[in-house]
């Protein structure tokens, strides 16, 4: 079965220091790959998502992802880590036909940053 | 523009009760799309449905149901409630253009508890 894997459900950075959450996914076939963010009481927003068109992907609030084929990973990092980045951060994929966007999420990774 | 709106936002029931929850997507979005979020879990996708028809279905019991109507918006219908039902429900909506990773927009959910 496909699937998403994020590697460590919490993880704790300084602020001003680099975030690196990982995602790998198991699939003999590239799929597409996101990566949402969830606030307290707040639903899902996009981050990023990886298109085919260029493996390095930048996204919204200083966030990039590198994908990987070789290592079927698409981690997500961002440079210096700022307070209000604390959240749930949530890995997906998609393997979509036409019409069936359905998205395979990873269990997510907590991001806290400490003062 | 008003984003995916769910109603209600919290909601108590008991165990063997009937629950509808609601969505209205963003408008001139024709598809809508339903998740479970169980606590400390990533999403799983619930349904799909473009235009009244259902495009998609994920691994839920047939207590599960939905439908969208003419102005593409949706509604879950959850029968015979367990308490391992209580979850985060989350709606969300594209254009529905079969592009495969066509941006998802969330709602905030409803939050449900079975007791």
């Known amino acids: 079965a496909q699937s998403v894997t994020q590697l460590g459900s919490h993880v704790s950075v300084s602020e001003g220091a680099l975030v690196l959450l990982r995602c790998n996914y198991s699939s003999s076939v590239p799929p597409y790959l996101f990566w949402y963010v969830q606030y307290p009481n707040q639903g899902l927003q996009l981050l990023l998502k990886y298109t085919s068109a260029a493996t390095l992907v930048k996204g919204i609030n200083g966030f990039e992802a590198e994908f990987k084929k070789s290592e079927t990973s698409f981690h997500l990092t961002k440079p210096s880590a700022h307070m209000s980045d604390a959240a749930e951060y949530f890995c997906a994929v998609s393997w979509a036909n036409f019409g069936n966007e359905k998205l395979t999420f990873g269990t997510g990774t907590r991001l806290t940053i400490i003062p | 523009d008003a984003g995916v709106t769910q109603s209600p936002t919290h909601l108590i029931k008991t165990r063997g009760q009937h629950v509808t929850l609601r969505c209205s997507p963003i408008?001139?979005?024709?598809?809508v799309s339903w998740y479970q979020q169980v606590l400390g879990q990533g999403p799983q996708f619930i349904f799909q449905?473009?235009?009244?028809?259902?495009?998609g279905r994920g691994n839920f019991p047939d207590r599960f149901s939905a439908r969208q109507f003419p102005n593409y918006s949706s509604e879950l219908n959850v029968n015979a409630l367990l308490l391992g039902d209580s979850a985060l429900y989350l709606c969300?909506?594209?254009?529905?253009?079969?592009?495969?990773?066509?941006?998802?927009?969330f709602g905030s959910g409803t939050q449900l508890s079975v007791l």
């Open positions: 969300a909506s594209n254009g529905g253009t079969g592009v495969a990773n066509e941006k998802l927009f």
């Open positions: 408008s001139g979005h024709k598809s």
């Open positions: 449905y473009y235009e009244k028809e259902e495009r």
